[in-house]
């Protein structure tokens, strides 16, 4: 892992393990998609079009360079798509995200709970799509783990107070999703990406 920001090329990756994990499962579709995502309470499928919203929340932030807000912007995915075309509007959002960040310069700010740089809607955007990810897998019966590098680069930038560990344990120990080293399993957190 080098020390570089993340980018857009992070959020293509994120969205690379996304398909390759859920793309199969969701071409079966099938009521499985309707099981809770891991410990959420969301579907799989609510799971899944909710990456589709954050993602393009966050593009929009980046196109509109709000300083003081959240646009007033919703995704809605209609409740008939299945599995497959909510992932296909999951893939949309991230590309949108993602050439958002390969235009952004690194001096850009919009707003995420104060001034956000790229490279923290970068994070977030890798964060958001990996954690669920974890989540659906989990709700559908599927062995997988964010990957350890992608787990390192947002942990740097989101998590700087993380402890000590594997990458992939802490990131889902800092994020509520299990226990580390005797630590128990968080019920509150959150992230920082604002930026001085």
Not at 58 to 80: H, K
Request: proline fraction near 9%; glycine fraction near 8%; charged fraction near 20%.
């Amino acid at each position: 892992m080098t020390d570089r920001p993340l980018n857009g090329d992070d959020v293509r990756a994120a969205l690379g393990e996304l398909t390759a994990v859920l793309g199969p499962a969701a071409e079966a579709g099938g009521a499985r998609w309707e099981a809770p995502a891991g410990l959420l309470e969301w579907s799989c499928w609510e799971t899944a079009a909710h990456i589709a919203h954050d993602l393009l929340a966050y593009a929009g932030q980046l196109a509109a360079r709000p300083a003081d807000r959240y646009l007033p912007l919703d995704l809605t995915v209609r409740p008939e798509a299945g599995p497959a075309e909510v992932l296909t509007v999951v893939t949309a959002c991230a590309q949108l995200l993602a050439t958002a960040l390969d235009a952004a310069p690194p001096t850009l700010r919009a707003y995420h709970h104060g001034p956000c740089d790229p490279a923290g809607f970068a994070a977030m955007g890798v964060t958001e799509t990996l954690l669920h990810t974890h989540d659906i897998a989990l709700g559908l019966g599927l062995e997988w783990r964010p990957p350890q590098r992608l787990a390192t680069a947002v942990l740097a930038r989101l998590f700087p107070d993380a402890p000590a560990g594997d990458p992939v344990d802490v990131l889902l120990w800092c994020t509520g999703r299990g226990e580390l080293d005797g630590r128990p399993r968080r019920t509150s957190w959150s992230w920082r990406a604002a930026v001085e």
